[in-house]
């Protein structure tokens, strides 16, 4: 029979981790950037406060007839374990998979990478007129809306054009307003470059833009065309796409599913994103399981340990940015989205996530006594209202254990996004406007 160290010491092993002989080994968390080390004795040694809060949590979910080996829980600080309810163990995680999109995405392009949209023309402008085809290539912005067609539009008024004689040419990975069918996203655009065609949602998305925003008005006579060989054309407009880190905080803050899925398309899919995420967050790779990247199905299961990890990564690769969680995540008592009427402490760095019978939340709270606690709730069942409110109640006890942060960490502190959707600046113009 092996003896209890012998026991971890397999254990350990088994994930891969490095094995030193007690009291003074190590492990690593993850594997993003070196961190600070974690003894191999950690996950035997709750903290005893957030142990009573959370027994006194599950006790209560028992109580209301929930299965407890259908929700997890995990709570560590940066360098100690503090918690765990079966924290190892992959659960149906809802759109807490949106954290692994993130980091994955922010290890493949970078915080700063901006997604370049082409505007192209077959023919000459002359007297306003371009004689030709209007052709637009995509290269996968997922945040590509209304206020950006209006933006492009007044691009090219400003360049002279205000008729196009041919058609409207869609190719690459072009998507409009989240619809990533070419031909619909293409007539949303056509829609979008002239104000006398405007629905009644352009038209009011039009009135949140800044005051003295002019009306585009470029007409094409022709139809929409879907193309992948689309013909030689010039370059007029290389449109880009709000910086990356400010994409995720939009994707994470309404919990937009259509973003994370054009990511994770991007990305390589499902099963290249839950590998790397995994690495990422130093767990094995059956903590972290993926059939999408927005969440939407219990095939995702996310580990709460490994959900952590993950948090915990995109923060060292924000960290060297001068950028935090707090800049892709939404935080308490600032943001809108999903946290709104949420009774979390405030300034707490979360993301939601919610099917018809899975409600979950992961993220960071500031604490006195151990600093950034990292933290992952997932509960099974059919009240999500009850959970989410229950998940609120677990995170202000804890705060009431550990004391709440008299200074904010670094991870909370939180950097205003410098663009904003229909910034015509980010539009780059290849020839000068016409006078």
């Keep these: 029979m092996l003896d209890l160290f012998g026991a971890v010491a397999v254990w350990l092993k088994t994930l891969g981790l490095p094995v030193t002989n007690p009291p003074t080994a190590e492990v690593k968390v993850a594997q993003v950037q070196p961190q600070p080390l974690l003894s191999a004795r950690w996950w035997l040694v709750p903290e005893p406060r957030g142990e009573a809060s959370l027994n006194q949590y599950l006790q209560q979910l028992t109580q209301q007839g929930f299965d407890p080996d259908q929700q997890g829980i995990w709570l560590q ?3 100690a374990f503090l918690s765990s309810h079966g924290g190892d163990r992959p659960l149906p995680a809802a759109s807490i998979t949106k954290a692994a999109t993130s980091v994955v995405a922010l290890q493949t392009w970078g915080h700063n990478h901006q997604f370049v949209t082409t505007i192209a023309a077959t023919g000459p402008v002359q007297n306003g007129v371009l004689q030709g085809d209007l052709v637009v290539q995509g290269s996968g912005d997922p945040l590509f809306v209304w206020e950006e067609a209006f933006a492009l539009g007044q691009s090219l008024n400003r360049m002279g054009i205000q008729r196009v004689t041919g058609n409207l040419i869609i190719s690459g990975k072009f998507a409009m307003n989240y619809e990533t069918d070419p031909g619909v996203a293409g007539q949303f655009l056509r829609e979008g470059l002239d104000s006398r065609l ?13 005051g ?13 065309k879907v193309s992948q060989s689309p013909p030689p054309a010039t370059l007029l407009i290389s449109h880009r796409s ?13 919990s937009n599913n259509m973003m994370a899925e054009m990511l994770a398309e991007n990305l390589g899919g499902a099963s290249l994103l839950a590998q790397q995420a995994a690495r990422a967050a130093g767990v094995p790779p059956t903590e972290i399981q993926l059939i999408n990247g927005s969440g939407l199905g219990h095939e995702n299961r996310i580990s709460p340990r490994a959900a952590c990890g993950l948090f915990q990564a995109i923060q060292r690769l924000l960290e060297p940015q001068g950028l935090t969680i707090a800049d892709v995540f939404p935080m308490a008592g600032v943001d809108r989205g999903t946290v709104e009427g949420r009774k979390m402490p405030k300034a707490a760095v979360v993301k939601t996530g919610t099917l018809w019978d899975v409600s979950a939340l992961a993220g960071a709270i500031p604490t006195r006594d151990y600093g950034t606690v990292w933290f992952a709730i997932i509960n099974r069942g059919d009240n999500l209202d009850g959970f989410r409110r229950d998940q609120d109640r677990l995170l202000q006890a804890l705060i009431k254990d550990w004391g709440y942060a008299a200074t904010l960490p670094a991870e909370f502190r939180h950097q205003p996004g410098q663009g904003h959707l229909g910034d015509p600046q980010r539009n780059q113009l290849a020839l000068q406007p016409s006078r």
């Design 198 to 210: 405007w629905s009644g949602e352009a038209a009011a998305q039009f009135d949140t833009l800044p």
């Design 77 to 79: 600080s940066s360098t």
């Design 242 to 254: 709000l910086p990356l880190f400010e994409l995720l905080h939009y994707m994470n803050m309404y």
């Design 212 to 224: 003295g925003s002019v009306q585009p008005r470029v007409a094409i006579d022709g139809g929409v």
